[in-house]
């Protein structure tokens, strides 16, 4: 908890002394009308980022102590997933990323809750275009395993080293400097805290293998038909391994 609130203020500290700086300078120097509002522009960009950050953290919170309550249906992860993959083709393109889709199975049913299903696929695939330069690849495949869904998304992106793999998990975990090349957009470090939550859940499991300078692979097995759970705050569900 106190390694949290310290990292909680930490994270909202620097937008806030960015955009009291950001004023600051602009009441003392600005001139012309342009330079006010270029003043008025970036600090309506880093609110818009502590607010995401304020969304992400409350959401989070309210997962991780039980106030979200999954709203099960059944659903093919086929489907899913082919709607959520097709959401990244045109960005994709736009990086000049392939992206495929396999789907090793045609269908696979069970039960899951719709909404949280797109935000754990949405999170692994924005990371994997986010990691992964131009000319690279990303794949999102399917399989069913007796009564396990089994899904997977790999890159051919930067991977992640060693030291940092059993960390990813953590709030506002990032790697300094990763994604650079890719993307210059800057993560909360939420993203993966996320998924392990929704991971949890659902009762499966995630696992990571990675390799720096040749990819990723995050592995996420759900159980088909299993009831309804709420995950506490702990690690269990996830591993990493270094390839
Ligand atoms: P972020 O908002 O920074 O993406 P995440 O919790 O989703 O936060 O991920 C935590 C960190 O894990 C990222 O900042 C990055 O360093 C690393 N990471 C996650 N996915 C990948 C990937 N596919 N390739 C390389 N690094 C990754």
Partial sequence: MRQFSTDVSHELRTPITVIRGQLEVALFTA???DQYRD???????????LSQIVRALLLLSQAETGQVILQKQQLDLVEVAAGVVDQFQIPAEGAEVTLQFIENVPHCAGEFDRVQIERMLSNLLSNAMKFTPSGGQVRVSIDRLDDMAEIRVEDTGEGISPEHLPHIFDRFYRVRGAGEQASPEKGLGLGLSFVAWIVRAHNGTVDVESETGKGTRFTVRLPLNSPVSIPQIDSSGVSTSVA
Avoid at 40 to 49: F, G, P, Q, T
């Fill in 31 to 33: 001139q012309t009308v």
């Fill in 39 to 49: 003043a008025i522009v970036d600090s309506l960009a880093d609110i818009e980022r």
